[in-house]
């Protein structure tokens, strides 16, 4: 197996790692959190980061499946870049007296 092949494994198998991550993240957060900050409602997150990850997981980086594999790792990101910051936020609330 060449080299970039196993770079290509280890990029399929941490993004579906991350994903995973997200959509356990945004399974454990409070519905109410969402709409405190202003994201879309918990299901449709769930569902978001869900699909996302049973995509990274069934397509590959390097194949055909780019299609589908491009898209899912985008919504991971939103969430864990987006989403994920502003509902710690909203759920510590304003600690600064």
Known sequence: MLVAEWILR??????ALLG???FVHALLQRSDAYSAA???TKPIWLLI???ATLAMVLFDVGN?????????????LV????VR?????????????
């Not at 280890?10 to 993004?15: A, E, M, N, R, T």
């Not at 969430?79 to 987006?82: E, G």
């Open 10 to 15: 280890v990029i399929h198998w941490g993004s």
């Open 20 to 22: 995973l991550f997200a």
């Open 38 to 40: 202003d994201k879309k």
């Open 49 to 51: 980061t869900g699909g």
């Open 64 to 76: 055909a499946g780019m299609i589908f594999y491009v898209p899912a790792m985008a919504a991971t």
């Open 79 to 82: 969430y864990l870049v987006d």
């Open 85 to 97: 910051p502003r509902l710690i936020e909203v759920q510590r609330g304003n600690r600064n007296w």
